[in-house]
């Protein structure tokens, strides 16, 4: 097994503090999804990361290749919206975690 860094892109930079109602729906979806995934251990940490540039979401994906972390971004219902979300994956080239995760 290998890790992969996820980076979600929002549609527009100030996403997270402009959202509507529709949207925030959508985001309580994308978590619910992730944390099902986190619940089977694919999914290692994720949530929101608050850059001064604009917010984005974090993941890392703990999946047998590239291909699987792709498959499971592709499957994201944010992505899946059409709404301009996407993800940029790369493979962490080495991770080190804290005893006992």
Same mark, same amino acid.
């Given at each position: 097994m290998a890790f992969f860094f996820c980076r979600l892109n929002p549609p527009? %930079?100030?996403?997270?503090t402009t959202m509507?109602?529709?949207e925030r729906a959508l985001m309580g979806?994308?978590?619910?999804y992730l944390g099902g995934l986190q619940q089977k251990?694919?999914?290692v940490v994720f949530g929101p990361v608050g850059d001064p540039r604009g917010a984005w979401? %974090?993941?890392? %994906?703990?999946?047998a290749d590239e291909a699987e972390a792709k498959t499971i971004?592709?499957?994201?219902?944010?992505v899946k919206s059409g709404l301009g979300?996407?993800?940029?994956?790369?493979?962490m080239l080495a991770a080190r975690l804290r005893s006992g995760l």
């Open positions: 527009r %930079l100030d996403f997270a509507s109602e529709a979806q994308h978590a619910a251990g694919t999914v979401g %974090l993941g890392i %994906l703990e999946c971004t592709a499957g994201d219902p944010v979300f996407s993800y940029d994956v790369a493979p």
